[in-house]
């Protein structure tokens, strides 16, 4: 499911640092060179490079970068070669510093997550602010935001496969009655996105569409431009189809009106080891356009050349 292009024979990461090295020495770096590196190795290859580098040369590989690299071509590069869980923490630390649609963000990293992962998060949070991520949620977010956001970011749901049939029948009827009542913010639809293992989630959602005929989305679309209904469909499509989520995503990001670099690189940074061959099928069936072609089209240099690299592109 991932689109990264490992080489069969990888270099050993000393290898790896002093070819690094080289691309910063002189007047010019050697962007070529960092891609050829850094798109092409998974999590673990590039844990070991940061501390072979640090080891090596007494610096840290992620200042370097951020020394020599520049703009979007930057973002990319450090976000991709921070550990997932380390990621994740910077992405949710700087969504907590924003509003609106960074929200989104943080319901996007607490749900499409495994428990384990979120977990490893919320650890690295600690280590690298001195904070927990909950705290931080609950402080930068008001009213139903708050409500919904602090609990997502802080659960720890149940992994397994067991559904409760009888459960989900009763919690689908539970749904339906407070979304009819609009009551949208209600203490029981939070209670069940915020606890309910994902199985348990999945079969309580397909109760509701086979008993009440719609897509619970659709009926959370009363008003399209409401943030926390936007952000409420965002949460229960990260439980259960995260890869549809993630080609929306991009499908938004990658439009005429210009490109929303920001999702754009967030969403191959974080999916090309996870998903992301079932997200670029995906694009590709609801945009009659393979999603290389599309980064192609919208984004140029550098940049165009790493997002190729992570989503698998062969020449890249």
């Excluded at 270099?11 to 060179?33: I, R, V, Y």
């Excluded at 992962?117 to 977010?141: C, G, N, P």
Aim: hydrophobic share 40%.
């Amino acid at each position: 499911m991932s689109t990264l292009r490992v080489p069969p024979q990888v270099p050993a990461a000393s290898e790896d640092c002093e070819q690094l090295k080289k691309a910063f020495k002189g007047w010019g770096t050697n962007e070529d060179l960092v891609i050829s590196i850094l798109g092409h190795r998974n999590a673990a290859q590039r844990k070991a490079i940061r501390k072979t580098y640090a080891d090596a040369y007494g610096e840290d590989l992620l200042k370097e970068l951020e020394k020599e690299l520049t703009s979007d071509f930057e973002r990319i590069v450090l976000l991709w070669t921070l550990d997932p869980a380390e990621r994740d923490a910077f992405l949710a630390n700087e969504a907590t510093k924003k509003w609106t649609k960074c929200n989104q963000v943080l319901a996007e990293i607490a749900c499409s997550r495994s428990a384990h992962e979120l977990l490893l998060a919320r650890q690295a949070y600690h280590a690298r602010y001195k904070k927990s991520l909950e705290e931080d949620v609950a402080y930068h977010t008001t009213g139903d935001f708050r409500k919904l956001l602090a609990p997502l970011v802080s659960s720890y749901r149940y992994e397994g496969d067991e559904v409760n049939l009888a459960l989900a029948k009763s919690e689908a009827k539970l749904l339906h009655e407070k979304i009819s009542d609009k009551a949208y913010n209600d203490d029981d639809i939070i209670r069940i996105l915020a606890t309910r293992s994902k199985a348990q989630i999945n079969a309580t959602l397909n109760h509701y569409k086979n008993e009440f005929g719609n897509d619970i989305n659709k009926d959370l679309k009363a008003d399209p431009k409401d943030e926390y209904l936007a952000i409420l469909r965002a949460t229960i499509k990260c439980l259960v189809r995260p890869e549809k989520y993630f080609e929306k995503s991009l499908r938004l990001a990658i439009n005429k009106r210009g490109t929303d670099e920001g999702a754009l690189t967030r969403v191959v940074a974080t999916r090309a080891e996870v998903d992301m061959m079932i997200i670029k099928d995906l694009y590709h069936k609801r945009n009659s356009v393979p999603l290389d072609q599309a980064i192609k089209r919208d984004t140029t240099g550098d940049y165009e050349k790493m997002l190729l690299a992570l989503v698998g592109h062969e020449d890249a």
